[in-house]
């Protein structure tokens, strides 16, 4: 059930509804509860089973990481995390070392045939065994109490909104609002339908839109000229950016109808003026996550020069791994943590005063750096990845044809413009007044209904 | 307040019963077979429907010329043709359903059976029978990954032992067993959910002005059609989408046609040893194979060449490959071919039949 279905607005409306009928808090869990596991059940029902696995061994640790002191207590959140890692393994990460062992095996000259598994991954399983790891290390760490409401903490977990691509959560933001009865609201009901719609928009309209051009250009990159390889890359860079802060933007509003305000996610990342600037304002929760789980574990910038710039790199490595098994994604990882490290006049001049055509240049030059890094993440492998990018370089002719007439690539620099100012210039999604906030969802259902493709096109971030 | 609580209510009651219609199938089809009497297809609660082609309907681009061509086919009698020595089976899907058995040259009995169906027949030993298997090259990877249609396509009398799939067949084919997921969840439930609350005449304007919008701005079909890359022709996206198992354009993944030629040899030995006469391969290539190949993935031409299959052909993609005027075989909005494109099939099929009913002839003579 994706957020751009009939389905989930169908789903959405009833469980919206139901909930604020509902006079006690208690009904109100259930209800989200049961929600929550039909909407995940809808992509491959057997994998419940796993996630509920993980989500009553993890309420279990953390009550017994709270009752126990020492070297007891930091044994219960071994057993959480090897729960959950356990999982990541197993579901994504297995069939890769094997396949990895395979090849290696041959460059020896050697076959080695070892099992792999033929399962399908798990939808979102990154984001949720994350948000259940961040759980326990929080009771480990005494900032959060145990949960003793094992439906209230299975919600944490399953929350069906940010189920399954975020906003990764944190225990001390979701688990007093789970508690809390909270009224009908109209402000708040109004403020999380104008961000649904904004993000309907961003996925339909720009992400789904661009897909096409996108998908055109990496299908058919051996006869497309170089340029249109190029401004296909950027559109890829619109279209990610769409999908994934659309969801968030779908997530955040749906949860802001029901009282529950969940972290911001994005932050105008393309407005960034450095790589790590891009990092504070891109996926932030997942960025905030390693920051606080395996940045600062790891010892941050405390322990010399050197130890913060392999803690980078290690960062980014195992963000490349968390985003999918294939070296895709490691490289893209890598790469990016390779310049922030290699990069650190940047930083060396983030207190200097940054303006007009400067700052202009930076941020376009940061965007350039970014969009080919996204073709790592975009290609189906290394070689292609590359011979992308070689095909960029060759400066050569050919096919400026993306799969869509003139007018519609027009459009969509329009229409990408038109994202980039809204999100500058009115990034509130409040509308006091009902007329106004009336005229709005009505623009925004017709724009969403009229300029939309609808496809059968899944969120990008949903395959981790 | 009262009314916004029954206006809510009414809300989240329309919403189960629209979830719950979408979700099962049994229902899902009753309404649908209800609505789609021929009497109700004007009615203002009537489902769309178009003559212009299956595309032409899905995309609501009805009103464009160019794609507006109606179902033509005529087809020629030719049942005092020849020895009628020749009982067909006709394995096949829409593209072969409306011909009539007299179209076809020297048969004495004539067989269709469409794919989705079960049943079982007897063949008559004193015939030569001879089967086509004909398949639109869009369901040919899915349909051959396995040799399952020989669960469908039952000998009677035909030693099941011979084949382990053919002993596994269910006896009561007709009865569709359902697990728990089955009852909850449905694949199609978003396409059932459209049909129900969108699908009515009275809805069909919003529609199609959506529909004239994206062709006149963007050149572009809506859903699940694509407009070909000169703009003269209706694609179903499912055959150009770069993931999809119908895809003219996907990938093959590694040895896949090698999979596709087993299956199609144990289908083959199969039906041999159940005693037809001859087994014959037919793959209606999908328009866009033809119309604008452009990265196709040869589906075709491999399973065809691949010097494994044990299976003779009817090899209509070289025919309409080599064809001068390509784009006359296929309805430009529709999925499937128009009568040149059909006849030129069943001239191919003709002379095969013509061909074995010699062979039978020959065979009663020598005997």
């Given at each position: 059930?994706?957020?751009?279905?009939?389905?989930?607005?169908?789903?959405?409306?009833?469980?919206?509804?139901?909930?604020?009928?509902?006079?006690?808090q208690?009904?109100?869990i259930?209800?989200?509860?049961?929600?929550?596991?039909?909407?995940?059940?809808?992509?491959?029902?057997?994998?419940?089973?796993?996630?509920?696995?993980t989500v009553i061994v993890d309420y279990f640790a953390g009550f017994l990481i709270e009752r126990n002191e020492g070297s007891a207590r930091k044994g219960w959140l071994v057993v959480s995390l090897i729960a959950n890692i356990?999982?990541l393994?197993?579901?994504?990460?297995?069939?890769?070392?094997?396949?990895?062992?395979?090849?290696?095996?041959?460059?020896?000259?050697?076959?080695?045939?070892?099992?792999?598994?033929?399962?399908?991954?798990?939808?979102?399983?990154s984001f949720h065994t994350f948000q259940a790891m961040s759980y326990t290390i929080e009771v480990y760490r005494k900032n959060q109490k145990a949960e003793k409401n094992f439906l209230v903490y299975a919600l944490y977990v399953m929350f069906?909104?940010q189920l399954?691509?975020g906003p990764i959560e944190r225990p001390q933001n979701v688990l007093p609002q789970l508690h809390e009865?909270r009224?009908?609201?109209?402000?708040?009901?109004?403020?999380?339908?104008?961000?649904?719609?904004?993000?309907?928009?961003?996925?339909?309209?720009?992400?789904?839109?661009?897909?096409?051009?996108?998908?055109?250009?990496?299908?058919?990159?051996?006869?497309?000229?170089?340029?249109?390889?190029?401004?296909?890359?950027?559109?890829?860079?619109?279209?990610?950016?769409?999908?994934?802060?659309?969801?968030?933007?779908?997530?955040i509003?749906?949860a802001?109808?029901?009282n529950i305000r969940l972290v911001e996610n994005?932050?105008?990342?393309?407005?960034?003026?450095?790589?790590?600037?891009?990092w504070s304002?891109?996926h932030t929760s997942l960025s905030s996550w390693f920051r606080d789980y395996l940045y600062i574990p790891l010892g941050g910038n405390r322990k010399?020069?050197?130890?913060?710039?392999?803690n980078?790199?290690i960062v980014?490595?195992v963000s490349?791994?968390w985003?999918?098994?294939?070296?895709?994604?490691?490289?893209?990882?890598?790469?990016?943590?390779?310049?922030?490290?290699?990069?650190?006049?940047?930083?060396?001049?983030?207190?200097?005063?940054?303006?007009?055509?400067?700052?202009?240049?930076?941020?376009?030059?940061?965007?350039?750096?970014?969009?080919?890094?996204?073709?790592?993440?975009?290609?189906?492998?290394?070689?292609?990845?590359?011979?992308?990018?070689?095909?960029?370089?060759?400066?050569?002719?050919?096919?400026?044809?993306?799969?869509?007439?003139?007018?519609?690539?027009?459009?969509?620099?329009?229409?990408?413009?038109?994202?980039?100012?809204?999100?500058?210039?009115?990034?509130?999604?409040?509308?006091?007044?009902?007329?106004?906030?009336?005229?709005?969802?009505?623009?925004?259902?017709?724009?969403?209904?009229?300029?939309?493709?609808?496809?059968?096109?899944?969120?990008?971030?949903?395959?981790? | 307040?009262?009314?916004?609580?029954?206006?809510?209510?009414?809300?989240?009651?329309?919403?189960?019963?629209?979830?719950?219609?979408?979700?099962?199938?049994?229902?899902?089809?009753?309404?649908?077979?209800?609505?789609?009497?021929?009497?109700?297809?004007?009615?203002?609660?009537?489902?769309?429907?178009?003559?212009?082609?299956?595309?032409?309907?899905?995309?609501?681009?009805?009103?464009?010329?160019?794609?507006?061509?109606?179902?033509?086919?005529?087809?020629?009698?030719?049942?005092?043709?020849?020895?009628?020595?020749?009982?067909?089976?006709?394995?096949?899907?829409?593209?072969?359903?409306?011909?009539?058995?007299?179209?076809?040259?020297?048969?004495?009995?004539?067989?269709?059976?469409?794919?989705?169906?079960?049943?079982?027949?007897?063949?008559?030993?004193?015939?030569?029978?001879?089967?086509?298997?004909?398949?639109?090259?869009?369901?040919?990877?899915?349909?051959?990954?396995?040799?399952?249609?020989?669960?469908?396509?039952?000998?009677?009398?035909?030693?099941?032992?011979?084949?382990?799939?053919?002993?596994?067949?269910?006896?009561?084919?007709?009865?569709?067993?359902?697990?728990?997921?089955?009852?909850?969840?449905?694949?199609?439930?978003?396409?059932?959910?459209?049909?129900?609350?969108?699908?009515?005449?009275?809805?069909?304007?919003?529609?199609?002005?959506?529909?004239?919008?994206?062709?006149?701005?963007?050149?572009?079909?809506?859903?699940?059609?694509?407009?070909?890359?000169?703009?003269?022709?209706?694609?179903?996206?499912?055959?150009?989408?770069?993931?999809?198992?119908?895809?003219?354009?996907?990938?093959?993944?590694?040895?896949?046609?090698?999979?596709?030629?087993?299956?199609?040899?144990?289908?083959?030995?199969?039906?041999?040893?159940?005693?037809?006469?001859?087994?014959?391969?037919?793959?209606?290539?999908?328009?866009?194979?033809?119309?604008?190949?452009?990265?196709?993935?040869?589906?075709?031409?491999?399973?065809?060449?691949?010097?494994?299959?044990?299976?003779?052909?009817?090899?209509?993609?070289?025919?309409?490959?080599?064809?001068?005027?390509?784009?006359?075989?296929?309805?430009?909005?529709?999925?499937?071919?128009?009568?040149?494109?059909?006849?030129?099939?069943?001239?191919?099929?003709?002379?095969?039949?013509?061909?074995?009913?010699?062979?039978?002839?020959?065979?009663?003579?020598?005997?």
């Amino acid at each position: 059930m994706t957020f751009n279905s009939l389905q989930f607005l169908v789903f959405f409306m009833v469980v919206t509804l139901w909930f604020f009928r509902m006079k006690q808090q208690k009904g109100r869990i259930l209800l989200l509860l049961l929600a929550s596991c039909y909407f995940y059940m809808s992509f491959i029902p057997e994998y419940i089973l796993i996630l509920g696995g993980t989500v009553i061994v993890d309420y279990f640790a953390g009550f017994l990481i709270e009752r126990n002191e020492g070297s007891a207590r930091k044994g219960w959140l071994v057993v959480s995390l090897i729960a959950n890692i356990g999982v990541l393994a197993v579901f994504k990460y297995y069939n890769f070392f094997i396949d990895n062992i395979h090849s290696g095996a041959l460059l020896f000259g050697k076959s080695v045939t070892l099992p792999m598994l033929k399962i399908a991954l798990p939808i979102g399983l990154s984001f949720h065994t994350f948000q259940a790891m961040s759980y326990t290390i929080e009771v480990y760490r005494k900032n959060q109490k145990a949960e003793k409401n094992f439906l209230v903490y299975a919600l944490y977990v399953m929350f069906y909104p940010q189920l399954v691509a975020g906003p990764i959560e944190r225990p001390q933001n979701v688990l007093p609002q789970l508690h809390e009865f909270r009224a009908y609201n109209w402000d708040n009901v109004k403020e999380g339908l104008a961000r649904m719609l904004w993000g309907f928009f961003k996925k339909a309209v720009i992400a789904d839109r661009l897909a096409m051009i996108v998908e055109r250009a990496y299908g058919h990159a051996h006869e497309t000229s170089s340029l249109a390889l190029f401004i296909a890359a950027m559109f890829y860079s619109f279209q990610i950016y769409c999908d994934f802060s659309g969801y968030s933007d779908i997530a955040i509003g749906a949860a802001k109808m029901m009282n529950i305000r969940l972290v911001e996610n994005f932050n105008q990342p393309y407005l960034a003026h450095t790589i790590s600037n891009f990092w504070s304002r891109w996926h932030t929760s997942l960025s905030s996550w390693f920051r606080d789980y395996l940045y600062i574990p790891l010892g941050g910038n405390r322990k010399g020069a050197f130890r913060h710039k392999l803690n980078v790199l290690i960062v980014f490595l195992v963000s490349g791994l968390w985003h999918g098994a294939n070296w895709t994604f490691i490289v893209w990882g890598l790469l990016h943590g390779v310049l922030v490290v290699l990069l650190t006049w940047e930083r060396r001049q983030e207190g200097e005063k940054r303006a007009g055509l400067n700052l202009a240049f930076r941020i376009a030059l940061n965007f350039v750096l970014v969009t080919f890094l996204w073709i790592f993440f975009r290609s189906e492998n290394l070689a292609a990845a590359t011979g992308y990018i070689k095909d960029i370089f060759a400066f050569r002719g050919g096919s400026y044809y993306l799969g869509v007439s003139r007018a519609e690539l027009a459009f969509s620099v329009f229409i990408i413009g038109v994202l980039l100012a809204r999100e500058k210039y009115l990034p509130t999604h409040y509308i006091k007044e009902n007329t106004l906030f009336y005229c709005y969802t009505l623009i925004m259902v017709m724009a969403c209904y009229y300029l939309g493709v609808f496809s059968e096109n899944q969120f990008i971030y949903f395959q981790f | 307040m009262l009314v916004k609580k029954i206006i809510a209510y009414l809300a989240v009651l329309t919403g189960i019963t629209a979830l719950v219609l979408a979700t099962s199938k049994s229902l899902s089809e009753q309404i649908e077979d209800r609505r789609s009497y021929e009497a109700n297809h004007d009615l203002w609660w009537g489902q769309q429907r178009g003559k212009w082609g299956d595309l032409t309907t899905m995309s609501y681009l009805d009103q464009v010329k160019k794609f507006r061509e109606q179902k033509d086919y005529d087809f020629k009698d030719l049942s005092g043709e020849g020895n009628k020595n020749i009982d067909l089976y006709l394995y096949g899907d829409s593209y072969v359903a409306e011909m009539p058995k007299g179209t076809f040259a020297c048969l004495d009995s004539f067989i269709f059976h469409f794919r989705y169906d079960t049943h079982e027949y007897t063949l008559d030993p004193a015939k030569r029978n001879i089967m086509i298997i004909e398949v639109s090259e869009r369901f040919m990877r899915e349909r051959f990954r396995t040799a399952g249609m020989i669960s469908n396509f039952r000998i009677n009398g035909h030693d099941d032992a011979l084949h382990p799939l053919a002993a596994k067949r269910p006896k009561k084919p007709t009865t569709t067993s359902l697990n728990f997921t089955d009852l909850l969840f449905n694949p199609h439930i978003n396409q059932n959910l459209e049909y129900h609350l969108f699908n009515y005449n009275f809805l069909i304007l919003p529609r199609q002005v959506k529909a004239a919008l994206n062709y006149k701005l963007f050149n572009r079909a809506s859903g699940d059609v694509v407009i070909s890359d000169n703009g003269d022709y209706l694609f179903y996206k499912m055959t150009v989408a770069q993931n999809n198992i119908c895809s003219s354009y996907a990938q093959l993944a590694e040895n896949e046609t090698k999979t596709i030629v087993a299956s199609l040899d144990t289908i083959y030995d199969y039906y041999k040893q159940a005693g037809f006469a001859e087994i014959y391969l037919s793959v209606v290539p999908n328009p866009v194979s033809i119309l604008q190949p452009g990265p196709y993935n040869n589906l075709i031409p491999l399973v065809q060449n691949d010097s494994g299959l044990k299976m003779p052909f009817i090899d209509l993609y070289t025919l309409f490959k080599q064809s001068k005027e390509p784009a006359s075989l296929y309805r430009a909005g529709d999925t499937q071919w128009n009568n040149k494109g059909a006849q030129a099939w069943l001239q191919l099929v003709n002379n095969i039949l013509r061909d074995q009913s010699k062979k039978g002839q020959r065979n009663i003579n020598s005997e």
